[in-house]
């Protein structure tokens, strides 16, 4: 069963402009993660928060959490041609748990 | 390797065939995840594996459907008289595990099965 869903579910923006993809999720989590996949690839880990934080930053990546509304956001400032992708947000129940739940994605188009 | 590895990267095969799917984890990775993930979709858990612990097969959608994990290393997917609707990305991903629950995994590249 899905627990994080993603929205927009695609998203199309200039280059240099601001990306924003949110996640809400339904159950109380341990963590929050957010994955890149590029088409046919793989997925790449892109940053983790965990529930007591509320905010990230890593290089133009910044993500939120939001525990009382069950969401995340993830905001790519400065957007590229390569940022070009799916972005998916997974969820980690409890505490010592090792089960990933991963939403249907973002997809997102950056024209140059 | 330095990262996860897969194989085969694509198979075809008839309805009705057995497949294997096999996946090599980062060395030292005691977490090992199955993903499935259907064109435009999102990933699907099938079953992980940690440490010696029993591997938790909640998501494997049915019993044509098992995995091992030898020497707490290589990991084998098996789908028995495959079915049509089989038809997927079928994903890898290992994490150092530990205590803490599931961090970051990384994944392999992916074995796209074609059940025709």
């Known amino acids: 069963s899905q627990q994080g869903e993603e929205d927009p579910q695609a998203l199309s923006i200039q280059e240099g402009e601001n990306a924003t993809m949110n996640c809400s999720y339904k159950?109380?989590?341990?963590?929050l993660q957010w994955y890149r996949q590029n088409s046919g690839r793989g997925l790449v880990h892109l940053i983790l928060?965990?529930?007591?934080?509320r905010e990230k930053h890593s290089g133009r990546l910044r993500v939120t959490l939001d525990t009382s509304k069950k969401s995340s956001s993830l905001l790519i400032t400065a957007s590229r041609a390569a940022d070009t992708a799916s972005y998916f947000c997974?969820?980690?129940?409890?505490?010592?748990?090792?089960?990933?739940?991963f939403g249907k994605g973002t997809k997102l188009s950056v024209i140059p | 390797g330095a990262g996860v590895s897969q194989s085969p990267s694509n198979k075809v095969t008839e309805k009705g065939k057995d497949v294997e799917l096999r996946c090599d984890p980062i060395?030292?990775?005691?977490?090992l995840y199955w993903y499935r993930q259907s064109l435009g979709q999102g990933l699907e858990f099938l079953i992980y594996?940690?440490?010696?612990?029993?591997?938790?097969k909640s998501g494997l959608p049915s019993d044509r459907f098992s995995a091992e994990r030898t020497g707490g290393s290589v990991s084998t997917l098996t789908i028995q008289r495959t079915q049509q609707e089989d038809s997927a990305v079928y994903l890898c991903?290992?994490?150092?595990?530990?205590?803490?629950?599931?961090?970051?995994?990384?994944f392999g590249e992916g074995s796209r099965l074609t059940v025709l």
């Open positions: 060395s030292g990775h005691t977490a």
């Open positions: 997974a969820t980690v129940s409890g505490a010592g748990s090792y089960q990933l739940t």
């Open positions: 159950t109380s989590i341990n963590n």
């Open positions: 991903a290992s994490s150092l595990g530990g205590q803490r629950g599931a961090g970051e995994l990384f």
């Open positions: 594996f940690q440490g010696n612990s029993a591997p938790d």
């Open positions: 928060i965990r529930s007591n934080e």
